[in-house]
């Protein structure tokens, strides 16, 4: 009989405050290597302050405890967090003029495994990547995120998951803005990630239809800093149709998504 999987990514205790404000208030997750989770909730819950806390954001302080493969990352600077397996992809990602997609894809590979990564070897990996999303190679010439659109932006962030390969990751409302095609394709990247069945995601959104490409292990109502409530799948299905009040879970009012 197998043993029981342990935790790939868990947190304890996690709360933030932001200027004496307490905007996280006490979550506890744990999520299992191949697993998927889905963080839903209304706007203004606390879902994003809670992402950026995670991946050692300095505006979001966080006190608690968060473990990746066992070992602590809290007091971890973000770049340390990366190196060891942490992503997060951005709600509104940053342009950066100047600086070529694939200059920075290659800088990032390198400071991800701590060693230079040959030219063959990055640019076969890039295109790997770049014809998995259906994207032209001259993107990579194309400067970090300059003039894109809301779909190409998702698409580097799919991308540099891909390139990465972390073993867990925070995608933090990546189906925003969206059109029907943009959000097959960047799903179609979530699955490939997904598919060694050794990594884990969080995926944090406050729609349905991403759900609908990807599949989570398990849902959680996440309101006013709190998980309210978990379950399978099917829960989705009763938030579309009955919202989160409908199910016992008030609404937040303002605050950080």
Request: net charge positive.
């Amino acid at each position: 009989m197998a043993g029981k999987k342990t935790s790939l990514f868990s947190c304890r205790g996690v709360r933030v405050r932001i200027e004496e404000k307490e905007i996280v208030r006490g979550v506890d997750l744990e999520i299992l290597p191949g697993e998927t989770h889905a963080l839903m909730g209304p706007n203004g819950s606390g879902k994003s302050s809670l992402a950026k806390a995670l991946a050692g954001h300095p505006g979001y302080p966080l006190e608690g405890r968060v473990l990746l493969d066992g070992i602590p990352l809290e007091g971890l600077p973000p770049h340390e967090r990366a190196r060891m397996g942490l992503f997060l992809g951005f709600q509104n990602p940053l342009e950066v003029p100047g600086v070529p997609v694939g200059a920075f894809l290659r800088a990032a590979l390198k400071a991800r495994r701590g060693a230079e990564i040959p030219l063959k070897e990055f640019r076969k990996d890039l295109n790997r990547g770049l014809e998995a999303l259906g994207i032209p190679r001259g993107f990579a010439g194309r400067y970090l995120n300059e003039g894109f659109s809301g779909g190409e932006k998702k698409k580097l962030e799919i991308l540099q998951l891909l390139l990465l390969k972390p073993r867990f990751a925070l995608l933090d409302e990546i189906d925003s803005g969206l059109d029907i095609d943009a959000l097959r394709v960047v799903a179609r990247g979530i699955r490939t990630f997904m598919e060694d069945g050794e990594r884990g995601l969080l995926l944090v959104t406050h729609y349905r239809r991403i759900l609908d490409y990807v599949s989570p292990d398990r849902i959680h109502v996440f309101v006013e800093g709190r998980i309210a409530g978990t379950g399978g799948p099917e829960l989705a299905e009763i938030l579309e149709a009955k919202g989160y009040e409908g199910i016992g879970v008030p609404a937040a009012a303002g605050g950080n998504g």
